[in-house]
């Protein structure tokens, strides 16, 4: 069966593709930072799959390596889904205002940790193997307040072009989840009701049409493909 190498996996997005592939009989492979949250999804996740679980931070070396010699020891990868990242800055500052040190650690999470695990993983990643990096409509808009966020996920974008240029053997796909009803997206608007989003499940489909189709490399939303027939 299938391996898939999932971060962010604990809730929203990662945690909703991490349940679908584990019901199509995916080995996997998730992390996220708050251990009691991932273990309650290796909990639930391991009454369909194979599942390792390693709580820590994408952006540490350390916890990367181990990411990936916990996929060895499944067989190699399938799929890396590139899909923890984090906001930054609450309230969302203007880039003028925008403390330096705070973007590094944007950049860190959300642009470098996800070419790290793709450069630790090549030698695992099997022939027509997926990497999936989700980004955002904010890595191609400029909304006022989104600097900080959106230029992490434009230059996440610019590497997985290039990826895909440079690893033709390999499905790159970056991927726009659309709006959703989920942690992260309350926190970057506080206050406000936000339950008109989709929840996170409906962007899933899209997803699993990369992860099992024969789509070429390039930049999708996942909510567009879902609605097209394959």
């Known amino acids: 069966m299938?391996?898939?190498?999932?971060?962010?996996?604990?809730?929203?997005?990662?945690?909703?593709?991490?349940?679908?592939?584990?019901?199509?009989?995916w080995s996997l492979v998730i992390t996220a930072r708050e251990s009691s949250e991932l273990e309650?999804?290796?909990?639930?996740?391991?009454?369909?799959a194979t599942v390792l679980a390693l709580p820590g931070d994408?952006?540490?070396?350390?916890?990367?390596?181990a990411l990936v010699n916990a996929a060895r020891t499944l067989g190699g990868l399938d799929a890396l889904v590139n899909n923890a990242s984090t906001l930054g800055v609450t309230p969302r500052p203007d880039l003028l205002d925008y403390d330096v040190d705070a973007l590094r650690r944007v950049y860190d999470v959300n642009v470098l940790a996800p070419l790290r695990l793709a450069q630790l993983a090549a030698s695992l990643l099997h022939e027509g193997a997926r990497v999936v990096n989700v980004s955002s409509d904010a890595g191609v808009e400029g909304y006022a307040g989104w600097g900080g966020y959106g230029s992490?996920?434009?230059?996440?974008?610019?590497?997985?072009?290039?990826?895909?240029?440079?690893?033709?053997?390999?499905?790159?796909?970056?991927?726009?989840?659309?709006?959703?009803?989920?942690?992260?997206?309350?926190?970057?608007?506080?206050?406000?009701?936000?339950?008109?989003?989709?929840?996170?499940?409906?962007?899933v489909p899209g997803f699993l049409r990369l992860l099992q189709g024969d789509l070429p490399s390039g930049r999708y939303v996942a909510r567009d493909l879902a609605a097209v027939p394959a």
């Open 152 to 203: 992490s996920k434009a230059a996440l974008e610019q590497i997985s072009r290039v990826l895909a240029a440079e690893r033709p053997d390999w499905r790159v796909y970056w991927v726009d989840p659309g709006d959703m009803n989920t942690r992260m997206h309350q926190d970057a608007f506080p206050g406000e009701d936000i339950s008109d989003r989709a929840p996170p499940e409906a962007s």
């Open 40 to 48: 309650a999804a290796r909990a639930e996740l391991a009454e369909h």
């Open 58 to 65: 994408v952006s540490d070396e350390a916890h990367a390596g």
């Open 2 to 25: 299938p391996i898939a190498l999932v971060t962010g996996a604990s809730r929203g997005l990662g945690l909703a593709l991490a349940r679908a592939l584990a019901r199509q009989g």
